[in-house]
C-alpha cells in the first residue's frame, strides 16, 4: 500500500513537471486517471464497505480518510 501511495505521488510530480517524467506522455496521462478512479472509489466505497464494522471503527476510518478534504484547498471542499 504504501508503495502505491509513493508511486502516486511521483506520477503527480512528474505529470505537473516538478520532477523528471519517465516514458511517454500518453502513459502518464492514463495513470493519472486510474489513480483518479481507484481513490474515488475507495471513497465512494468506504462508506458500504464499513457498514458491518464495529461503530468505533467506522467513526476511524471516516475521520482518518477524510483528512485529505479538510486539508484540500477551498475550491476543492468549498462546504467545509
Known amino acids: ?12 510530480l512528474m505529470v505537473n513537471e516538478s520532477i523528471p517524467a519517465i516514458g511517454p506522455d500518453w502513459l502518464r ?11 474515488l472509489a475507495r471513497g465512494v466505497g468506504g462508506y458500504f ?9 467506522q467513526q476511524w476510518n471516516t475521520v482518518l480518510y477524510s483528512r485529505c478534504v479538510w486539508h484540500s484547498p477551498p475550491w476543492v ?4
Open 1 to 12: 500500500m504504501g508503495l502505491g501511495l509513493i508511486g502516486g505521488a511521483v506520477l503527480t
Open 29 to 39: 496521462l492514463t495513470g493519472m486517471y486510474g489513480l483518479t478512479a481507484v481513490l
Open 49 to 57: 464497505m464499513n457498514s458491518g464494522a464495529a461503530s468505533e471503527f
Open 77 to 80: 471542499a468549498p462546504s467545509l
